[in-house]
């Protein structure tokens, strides 16, 4: 009898037999046939399918994520590949010297440079460097940089100084033209000092700056401090709010460069009740004096200590818009000072809206006298003292105003001057006189603008006045 082994590896009886139709073997000595059948693996590796499917869902994401972050690139890489464009564009300018460029226009340039250099940066090492757009691109933003570098070392060696040089050949020029019109020289005073007697003519205007916060903060004050013989490195900006008549806030600058490279000022943000109301604020021994928010009292506030004082009242002035001049809204108190000291410019409901001149303590802030003039307050766009003497300016044009009234403290008597005076804007929101260099300070619409004033001697004004 000869037995078959089939080896049947994990298959049915039934599938097994369709699987295997001839088999050989052999008998051994016992006359046993021995007989092997090699069947093919048809069990399903299920856990293995497993693994591969997480493989590939693992994969999946990877690539999703890798698509996602190459789009982003690419979509970020255009926008800078445009702002590489535009600075590029703008350093060429530089290059040419077409425009008038300050230490805040490189700053402003390098900043933007720097961002887009950590863009590439970053792309860099995402794509492992493959990318030769991206390599290109780091390339040229590199050379970029160092051209901007190189510019701004030029531009602090000769242009700044070549604008200084122009702005004292400008006043050399004014000068002359002063002198051929009036051969007689004007005669030879110390700042800070009256030796000198009143208006005769008004510079061309120089526009230092907009102010610090845009073209929306049309009214405010700024200046230099206004006491005879005091710092005058110090540079103050006072922009309202856009409704023209609040003071909440203030920078003070450590020296007129600080102010024109808008660097290393000191904010102040004067807190309620101490608003200040109105564009007649100055700066007079390192303190504001200004009209006190809603109501006719003067404020002392000192922004380097950061500290107020009391408010005192300023006996029956008018305020809230009551009697403002024409051009500045709020400016019913204007204070303003000179070589003799501090002033307020304002009127009363007795003396029916006319200016009255008040000389103001600066410590007490008590009214020490009193003029009463006849020239109507809201008829003017604005007033300053000077010596003693009230100017006051009304519009010409758009372009022109002139000083048409002045009132000597001293002698009491009125003028009426004709002198020009050009602006850059249509509206004066304020303007101050500084008795240590002699200038008119105008805050125009925005603008920060000073002017020259020339004088003659004081044996001219018994003539004039």
């Given at each position: 009898m000869i037995t078959f082994f089939i080896l049947l590896l994990g298959v049915g009886h039934n599938h097994a037999a369709s699987l295997v139709h001839n088999s050989t073997g052999s008998l051994d000595e016992l006359g046993v046939c021995h007989c092997s059948v090699v069947l093919p693996d048809s069990t399903f590796p299920a856990d293995r399918f497993e693994m591969l499917q997480i493989s590939n869902y693992n994969l999946t994401i990877s690539v999703e994520k890798q698509i996602s972050k190459i789009q982003h690139y690419e979509s970020t890489l255009i926008i800078y590949m445009e702002r590489l464009v535009n600075l590029t564009k703008r350093v060429e300018v530089m290059e040419m010297g077409g425009i008038s460029y300050t230490e805040l226009d490189f700053e402003l340039v390098k900043l933007e440079i720097r961002q887009i250099e950590a863009l590439i940066l970053q792309m860099k090492t995402s794509m492992n460097g493959t990318n030769v757009l991206v390599e290109a691109l780091y390339v040229e933003i590199h050379n970029l940089s160092i051209t901007v570098s190189q510019l701004e070392v030029y531009d602090k060696n000769n242009v700044l100084v070549i604008r200084r040089e122009i702005a004292a050949l400008k006043k050399r020029l004014e000068n002359c033209e002063k002198n051929q019109t009036n051969p007689k020289p004007d005669p030879p005073a110390d700042s800070g000092t009256c030796q000198h007697g009143i208006i005769t003519n008004i510079s061309k205007p120089f526009i230092v700056q907009l102010n610090y916060y845009g073209f929306n903060y049309k009214s405010g004050g700024w200046g230099s401090d206004s006491l005879a013989g005091a710092d005058q490195n110090i540079q103050w900006v006072a922009p309202m709010t856009t409704d023209a008549r609040m003071m909440n806030y203030l920078r003070v600058y450590p020296s007129y460069n600080d102010l024109l490279m808008y660097q290393h000022n000191i904010d102040r943000g004067i807190s309620s009740p101490n608003y200040g109301q109105g564009g007649g604020m100055i700066m007079f021994n390192k303190t504001m004096?200004?009209?006190?928010?809603?109501?006719?009292?003067?404020?002392?506030?000192?922004?380097?200590?950061?500290?107020?004082?009391?408010?005192?009242?300023?006996?029956?002035?008018?305020?809230?818009?009551?009697?403002?001049?024409?051009?500045?809204?709020?400016?019913?108190?204007?204070?303003?000072?000179?070589?003799?000291?501090?002033?307020?410019?304002?009127?009363?409901?007795?003396?029916?809206?006319?200016?009255?001149?008040?000389?103001?303590?600066?410590?007490?802030?008590?009214?020490?006298?009193?003029?009463?003039?006849?020239?109507?307050?809201?008829?003017?766009?604005?007033?300053?003292?000077?010596?003693?003497?009230?100017?006051?300016?009304?519009?010409?044009?758009?372009?022109?105003?002139?000083?048409?009234?002045?009132?000597?403290?001293?002698?009491?008597?009125?003028?009426?001057?004709?002198?020009?005076?050009?602006?850059?804007?249509?509206?004066?929101?304020?303007?101050?006189?500084?008795?240590?260099?002699?200038?008119?300070y105008m805050y125009n619409e925005g603008y920060l603008v000073n002017y020259d004033l020339y004088f003659t001697s004081p044996q001219e004004d018994k003539s004039q006045i």
């Open positions: 004096y200004y009209n006190c928010y809603n109501n006719g009292k003067l404020c002392k506030y000192n922004p380097q200590l950061n500290t107020m004082e009391p408010s005192v009242n300023l006996p029956n002035a008018a305020y809230n818009n009551r009697f403002s001049y024409s051009s500045s809204p709020y400016q019913d108190i204007d204070m303003a000072s000179d070589e003799e000291g501090l002033w307020a410019i304002y009127s009363t409901e007795e003396n029916a809206g006319n200016v009255i001149i008040s000389k103001i303590d600066p410590i007490t802030l008590a009214v020490k006298q009193t003029w009463n003039t006849t020239q109507y307050k809201p008829a003017a766009t604005n007033a300053f003292m000077a010596c003693g003497v009230l100017y006051v300016t009304r519009a010409l044009s758009t372009k022109r105003e002139e000083i048409f009234y002045m009132y000597d403290t001293k002698t009491n008597k009125e003028g009426w001057p004709r002198v020009p005076l050009e602006k850059p804007k249509e509206n004066v929101q304020s303007l101050s006189y500084n008795p240590n260099d002699r200038k008119l």
